[in-house]
C-alpha cells in the first residue's frame, strides 16, 4: 500500500494568517488514466471528515477559495490562504490512485495561536 | 440533498458481533461504489472495506479479513458492515463514504463501536 506522510503534525496559526501543510506519498500518484487521485479532507472537532480538495486542485463544492492544492507527482501541498476560526480541525492527505485501498496521511491539526 | 446515515453502533463484547447500515439518499445509490472508513478514539482514519456498485466486487483491509463482511441492498439504498469477532481494537467510529471524482465526496456521521467486557 502508498504510505502518506504529512507534515507538519500540529501548526498553531494566527487568524488571518496563512497555513500550509506538505504530504508526500511513498510512489507517484500519477494513474494511467492520466489523473493523479490525490485528495485533502478536513475534520472539524466532533464532526465527519469532509471533502475539501480532490485531483490535486480542485476545490470541492461549496469549498472557499482561501483554500487551495498544489503538488505532483508524490509531494502536495494545502494551502489556507487566511485562516478563520472555522478553519481549526485535523486535514488529512489521502490517495485514491492505487486502489484498494484509500490510505490516508496521519492528520495535520490546525489550531488557533 | 445527498446523506449518509449510520446507524447500528453500541457497545458489544469482545468475540461479539454487529451489524451496521448506512441509508442513503439523494442520488442513485446503485451507480456508486461505497466504502467504509473508521476512526478509533484520537486517532487518524484508517479504510476498512469496499463494495463495488452492483455489490459484484469487494475489499478488506487486512486487519478485518475474515471476520467483517460489506454487502448492499440497492432496492433499499442500504449499505451493510456485517462485523465479527469482535476485538479492542475494532472499538472505532465507523464511516460509510461515497467515491465521486475518486474522492470520498459524502460521508455520512459516523456511528461508534464500543467493544469491552
Known amino acids: 500500500d502508498i504510505v502518506m506522510t504529512q507534515t507538519p503534525l500540529s501548526s498553531p496559526v494566527t487568524l488571518g494568517q496563512p497555513a500550509s501543510i506538505s504530504c508526500r506519498s511513498s510512489q507517484s500518484l500519477v494513474h494511467s488514466d492520466g489523473n493523479t487521485y490525490l485528495s485533502w479532507l478536513q475534520q472539524r472537532p466532533g464532526q465527519p471528515p469532509r471533502l475539501l480538495i480532490y485531483k490535486i486542485s480542485n476545490r470541492f463544492s461549496g469549498v472557499p477559495d482561501r483554500f487551495s492544492g498544489s503538488g505532483a507527482g508524490t509531494d502536495f501541498t494545502l494551502k489556507i490562504s487566511r485562516v478563520e476560526a472555522e478553519d481549526v480541525g485535523v486535514y488529512y492527505c489521502m490517495q485514491a490512485t492505487q486502489f484498494p485501498p484509500w490510505t490516508f496521511g496521519q492528520g495535520t491539526k490546525v489550531e488557533i495561536k | 440533498e445527498v446523506q449518509l446515515v449510520e446507524s447500528g453502533g453500541g457497545l458489544v463484547q469482545p468475540g461479539g458481533s454487529l451489524r451496521l447500515s448506512c441509508a442513503a439518499s439523494?442520488?442513485?445509490?446503485?451507480?456508486?461504489?461505497m466504502h467504509w472508513v473508521r476512526q478509533a478514539p484520537g486517532k487518524g482514519l484508517e479504510y476498512v472495506s469496499a463494495i463495488s456498485s452492483n455489490g459484484g466486487s469487494t475489499y478488506y483491509a487486512n486487519s478485518v479479513k475474515g471476520r467483517f463482511t460489506i454487502s448492499r441492498d440497492n432496492s433499499k439504498n442500504t449499505l451493510y458492515l456485517q462485523m465479527g469477532s469482535l476485538r479492542a481494537e475494532d472499538m472505532a467510529v465507523y464511516y460509510c463514504?461515497?467515491?465521486?471524482?475518486?474522492?470520498?465526496?459524502?460521508w455520512g456521521q459516523g456511528t461508534l463501536v464500543t467493544v469491552s467486557s
Open positions: 463514504a461515497r467515491a465521486g471524482y475518486g474522492s470520498p465526496d459524502t
Open positions: 439523494g442520488f442513485t445509490f446503485s451507480s456508486y461504489a
